[in-house]
DNA sequence: GGGGAGCTGTCGGGAAGCTGTCGCCCGACT
DNA sequence: AGTCGGGCGACAGCTTCCCGACAGCTCCCC
């Protein structure tokens, strides 16, 4: 499985004045193998900082008591430079945070997916590693996705997918070749919250499918039914 | 016997306000080695995990007091990170859980079957067991099984296997050399409460049979009957 | 702020694959 | 030689999957 930060775990503080919320950032996190501690208000999340010392943050803006913008002032006060990223209600103060973006940082809007999020804390923490950070190149056989560009390829061939079939494709490639339910895409994908019982995944899946292979030199299918289990991404089952 | 989750026995808590359904479970892990503790409410569970340490907790939502939620945060709010695999009815709180379950942890509707349960608890022990777990992969002789991509191979033959083959299949590679009556496996793979009292195992042990040894070059046979017993898989009969 | 283009999800029909029942045959043990 | 448990062909009902058609929505451009 590809691996984007070092080797070292990395230490992750998660800042939510929602426990469900924050407790399943941190989840993610341990998930994919990295350290996470969670704070419920802003004065937890500068007694944990101190102490932890993580590596990035997750913060809320909207916290009860000191707010995020006073955590954050508190925090580079201190003389820490870690990067942060923020989260927001939809029609919050979106322009503010913009400001705040520069440098490593960056912001996500609630409700979220928390593959999105986890995209975008392994993107900060390369640029925020060295001015030398490489491109993250994501690639199953002739299938090459590059997070910076957003550009996808199916050898030579540029494909143009839609936001959602992107994300799509993105965890299929990172989990492969691990078999993913429907139920796991779905929830990695879509915005915790989302109701959709529905097919959408098989829908996707069925639209990726045409771009990926729709070439007309009978390029062989990348993704695979596994049925009544679910999808996987890879080369030639045999 | 393929060990999963390093030396130590798994503390499981299970809490579940139907003791049957609670005892079943913890019945089956300790006969796998791990040590388990139930809980019929969630009062009783919040005590339990106080003084037991649990590494992992299954727990229903559907408790009566304290509902699984409430568990869950109180849990958290105490400052552990177990954890947690759910269960759910069918049509009930599918959406609540998701939004919880897009973390590491898991979640499995009732009723289930207790091989998949026990599956999916060993997944999410091996994933939070850190960055660098490996594959699981079980092996007899020449066959092996990834249970992560899902591939089963004789040799280097590769086997397409339904739902219900694959299940009955892991079981018995996992207890092999161990023979196992046809009512420990109906009562494993199948969920709990099936009616089919009929030769269902038999058949997928028959259709198993086929697709494992169907290569020309008449390769041994691996499932044995034990007549008036059960089944084993293992090599060479005697 | 009106119109258009593209994106996303719902519905539903049709095809394919999976599962369990029936029942006959066979081989093993008595 | 008889009895009984097991093997397995055939089949029917059901589940799962695929994808065409369409409608609401958002975003952008004029």
Redesign the interface.
């Known amino acids: 499985m590809p ?1 984007y930060v070092g080797v070292e ?1 990395v230490r992750l503080l998660v800042v939510d004045d929602d ?2 919320i924050a ?6 996190a ?5 350290e ?1 501690v ?1 704070a419920y208000t802003g004065e937890d999340a500068l007694r944990r900082a101190a102490d932890f010392h993580p590596d990035i943050v997750v913060l809320d803006l909207m916290l009860p008591g000191v707010d995020g913008f006073g955590v954050l002032d508190r925090l580079r006060a201190s003389g820490t430079m870690v990067p942060v990223v923020f989260l927001t209600a939809r029609d919050g103060v979106a322009d503010r945070v913009a400001g705040l973006t520069r440098g490593g940082d960056d912001y996500l809007v609630k409700p979220f997916a ?1 593959e999105e999020l986890m995209a975008r804390l392994r993107t900060v923490l390369r640029r925020s590693a060295g001015p030398s950070f490489q491109r993250s190149v994501l690639r199953v056989g002739d299938l090459t996705m590059d997070e910076d560009t957003r550009e996808v390829r199916r050898g030579a061939r540029l494909l143009s997918l839609t936001p959602t079939e992107y994300e799509v494709l993105r965890y299929l490639l990172r989990k492969s ?3 993913l339910t429907k ?1 796991q895409i ?3 994908v879509w915005e ?4 959709g ?1 529905s097919n959408v995944v098989e829908l996707v899946v069925s639209r990726l499918r045409r771009k990926l292979d729709e070439s007309g030199d009978g390029a062989a299918p990348l993704i695979h039914t ?4 679910g999808y ?1 991404l ?1 080369q030639a ?2």
């Open positions: 691996q775990k426990p469900p407790d399943l950032v941190a989840t993610v341990r998930y994919e193998g990295w996470a969670t928390v070749p691990t078999v139920a779905l929830d990695h915790y919250g989302f109701g019982r596994v049925r009544g289990f996987v890879r089952a045999e």
